[in-house]
């Protein structure tokens, strides 16, 4: 069982399709776990391999009452998106060709803004994984611009030090409510 605290996210959206992505890490910290409940007409759920060319994907239908849980390390591997479909032969006896997904994710105390690195063009930093090389595992902090749209960015670079993290915040903060 897993208990979820109120301070959590829940996003309730009717959604149709979304494109291709990982869900960003910046204020999820790394190695996230997000659950999906889908509602309504059926979807198929695609993920492909993040640093893979090939078009290889794993297609995942969700139906109704589903509750699709992305373990880690889902969002560092695997890119996501919900396709659009054809919903004349899919229709939901209630909801017809609405889908309505229920998405929660912990938004973690210590990668709050307050704890997001600016960079120097004066914006909060998105956080990325290592995917390659001898510091595969860990995670650093870039201009949200060069994750976004390559070339107009600034060249700030952060590690993100999981555990000083933890102990910066139980030291302002005193206690520790995301483990
Ligand atoms: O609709 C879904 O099941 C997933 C939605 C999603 O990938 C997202 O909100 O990031
Ligand atoms: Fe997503």
């Known amino acids: ?101 229920i998405t929660f994710r912990q938004f973690r105390d210590e990668y709050t803004a307050e704890w997001t690195p600016k960079c120097s063009c004066g914006i909060p930093c998105v956080l990325k994984p290592v995917m390659r090389g001898s510091n595969i595992g860990r995670y650093f902090y870039m201009c949200y611009a060069a994750g976004v749209n390559e070339g107009q960015k600034c060249e700030f670079f952060e590690w993100l030090d999981v555990s000083k993290r933890q102990i910066d915040y139980k030291r302002k903060y005193g206690s520790f409510e995301s483990i």
């Open 1 to 101: 069982m897993m208990i979820v605290p109120i301070s959590h996210e829940l996003a309730l959206k009717l959604i149709e399709s979304v494109g291709w992505h990982s869900d960003q890490l910046t204020n999820l910290g790394p190695r996230p776990i997000i659950g999906s409940l889908s509602l309504g007409t059926t979807r198929q759920f695609r993920l492909r391999r993040v640093n893979e060319n090939s078009s290889r994907t794993i297609s995942i239908p969700l139906p109704h009452n589903s509750l699709l849980i992305m373990w880690p390390p889902c969002q560092e591997l695997w890119k996501h998106e919900v396709c659009s479909q054809n919903v004349i032969d899919n229709l939901h006896p209630i909801s017809g060709s609405k889908r309505i997904n």
